[in-house]
């Protein structure tokens, strides 16, 4: 293996890169003919591969950055939300949404389990309860 790597970097690819029909001035690059063009493809489709890698590896806008808000829909405009329920207004017991994704805030209405399914995650809510149910 590590013989064949070596053929590879010290013969075959300066071989394939020293026979690449690059001309020596830039009017050289008119007169190239179609199979000339044809083999510059690959070298081409190689070097772009590995621009774009690197600009993905490095460059943080090259790729979608997940957002770091929990709260991707309940009450955007307010600067905190916040929820105050009497303890005396739930019947014997109430699940309260923690997964930030209930259509029912702030009571939870199951959302969570398609965002455990989806990632993995192991979010529930908090069950309030009168004491003896
Ligand atoms: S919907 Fe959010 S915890 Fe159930």
Redesign the pocket.
């Known amino acids: 293996m590590a013989g064949l790597l070596s053929s590879l970097v010290r013969e075959t690819l300066p071989n394939y890169l020293s026979n690449l029909p690059v001309p020596d001035t830039f009017g050289g690059w008119f007169r190239l003919g179609f199979k000339d063009w044809l083999s510059l493809v690959p070298p081409t489709a190689v070097l772009a591969g590995l621009g774009y890698m690197s600009y993905l590896a490095f460059c943080p806008h090259g790729r979608p950055v997940p957002s770091r808000q929990s709260n991707q829909k309940i009450r955007k405009n307010e600067a905190k939300v916040v929820d105050t329920i009497d303890i005396e207004d739930i019947a014997e017991k109430a ?1 309260f ?6 259509n029912n805030w702030p009571y ?6 398609g965002h455990n399914k989806e990632t993995g995650d192991n ?3 908090v069950v309030v309860r009168k004491k003896g149910n």
Do not use: N, Q
């Open positions: 699940a949404c923690r997964c930030w994704k209930s939870c209405d199951g959302s969570h389990g979010l529930g809510p």
